[in-house]
């Protein structure tokens, strides 16, 4: 089935370094993805959507110059999260949509710790 | 977004089967109610959806019920690896975003 690859698996790095996340969705195209913060013991919180070609959209309240989104290609979106500090540390998670009216697949995610 | 609701969490022994409720009374004509789970540190993971027909898989089953404002994820033997955060989600569709509640906790004691 549909696969949606997201690397690194984890990050950590000092304050104020700035941190890309990639999300990739392996034998399909994806026009749209999406990006989500998990923080610990709370649910996910759709940061914004990555659209291909275009501007990202961003939920209400999510810096779109902290977190810089790059879609690239049918296959690829990034996250960058520019000058993290500590409060920025957190699971961040990217989906897409599966080929053909298929649910969303969701990536392994990527465990962000600032120190 | 329409909303739902779900237990906090649920308890349920090995082999047998679970029940997990979701309340969706707000739900539009075009909402599909998804239905995801997420184990420890990991993404989430697709389980079932479905519109209006009760909908059978490899993983589980989704009863929904006629007035379609509450649904019911059927896991018909439960395992340790069922254990996981149950998220009942309304959608408009696949390529629509998903607005994740807190979701259902389940423990499967051996």
């Known amino acids: 089935g549909a696969v949606v690859s997201q690397h690194p698996s984890r990050v950590i790095c000092k304050s104020g370094t700035s941190v890309k996340i990639e999300c990739r969705s392996l034998?399909?195209?994806?026009?749209?993805m999406f990006w989500y913060r998990q923080f610990p013991k709370q649910s996910l919180m759709l940061m914004a959507t990555?659209?291909?070609?275009?501007?990202?959209?961003?939920e209400q309240g999510v810096e779109k110059d902290k977190f810089l989104i790059n879609h690239a290609s049918l296959t690829l979106s990034t996250l960058t999260v520019t000058s993290a500090h500590p409060e920025d540390s957190s699971f961040y998670i990217c989906?897409?949509?599966?080929?053909?009216?298929?649910?969303?697949?969701f990536g392994d995610g990527t465990r962000l710790s600032i120190l | 977004d329409a909303k739902t609701t779900q237990p906090n969490s649920m308890e349920s022994n090995e082999e047998e089967p679970v029940h997990l409720p979701c309340n969706h009374s707000?739900?539009?004509?075009?909402?599909?109610i998804h239905w995801y789970r997420q184990l420890p540190s990991q993404g989430p993971e697709y389980v079932i959806h479905?519109?209006?027909s009760n909908v059978n898989n490899r993983m589980a089953s989704l009863a929904i019920a006629e007035d379609r404002k509450s649904s019911t994820l059927i896991l018909h033997r439960a395992t340790l690896r069922d254990a996981a955060v149950y998220y009942c989600i309304l959608s408009g569709g696949s390529n629509y975003k998903l607005t994740f509640g807190k979701g259902t906790l389940l423990t499967v004691n051996p």
């Open positions: 989906s897409a949509p599966g080929p053909d009216n298929q649910p969303q697949h």
């Open positions: 034998d399909f195209q994806a026009t749209t």
């Open positions: 990555s659209n291909e070609g275009s501007k990202a959209t961003y």
């Open positions: 707000t739900i539009s004509g075009t909402d599909y």
């Open positions: 479905g519109l209006t």
